[in-house]
Every structure is written in C-alpha cells, then in structure tokens.
C-alpha cells in the first residue's frame, strides 16, 4: 500500500482485496499519515477489487477521525465493486468520493 505526497494532501493508497488480512495494515497507514497533520488525506482505492467489512470500518474510522482533526477527506474510485459497498452502507453519503485521483485533487484546491 503505497503513500505519497502531493502538494494538497496525502495520498494513501491501497490494491488488490481490502479486507480482514490488508485493513489493518491500511488503517496503519492512513493513521500515521494523519499523525503528520497533513493539509488533507486522499485514500485511493482505485486499485482496489474487492471491499470487505474491515475495509469498510477503515473507511468509516478515517472519515470519522478526519473529521475531528478538521482534514479534508477524499476517497478516490471508479470501481464497481468498492462502489458498491460504499453505496449499500451509505458510506457514499459521508465522503467526498471521486472517480479519478485528478477529480479528488481538484477538489481540494477549490477548498483551498
């Protein structure tokens, strides 16, 4: 799960399944990137092909916890599968979710 910085944010990204074995580990990352007080965190599951309930709680924490620290929160993907799942927990009600890291980061400037 790679991280990078950009000059608006922090992206953390995630591939392949996200579930009970990898959501741990993306939670590790996200928390650490939010323990440097970024300017505002991007989480990029754009790579993602299955999303799970752990993944799910991931995101429900983050948006929770970016929430309290007054960071913008943006999560980034267009796949069918993670949509999904975000839609039937309503979680798409709670993020700013974008198809394209380009979408998410363009938003982010307009908060600016």
Excluded: I, K, N, Y
Aim: aromatic letters at 2%; charged letters at 20%; hydrophobic letters at 50%.
């Amino acid at each position: 799960m790679p991280e990078s910085s950009l000059p608006e944010a922090v992206v953390v990204a995630a591939e392949g399944d996200l579930d009970l074995g990898s959501a741990p580990l993306l939670r590790a990352r996200a928390e650490t990137a939010l323990e440097g007080r970024p300017e505002a965190l991007v989480l990029d599951l754009g790579g993602v092909g299955f999303c799970g309930s752990a993944g799910l709680q991931v995101v429900a924490e983050l948006v929770a916890a970016t929430e309290a620290a007054g960071v913008p929160f943006a999560l980034v993907t267009d796949r069918r599968a993670v949509l999904r799942a975000l839609r039937l927990t309503r979680l798409d009600t709670t993020v700013a979710l974008h198809p394209t890291l380009a979408g998410a980061r363009a938003w982010l400037r307009e908060r600016a």
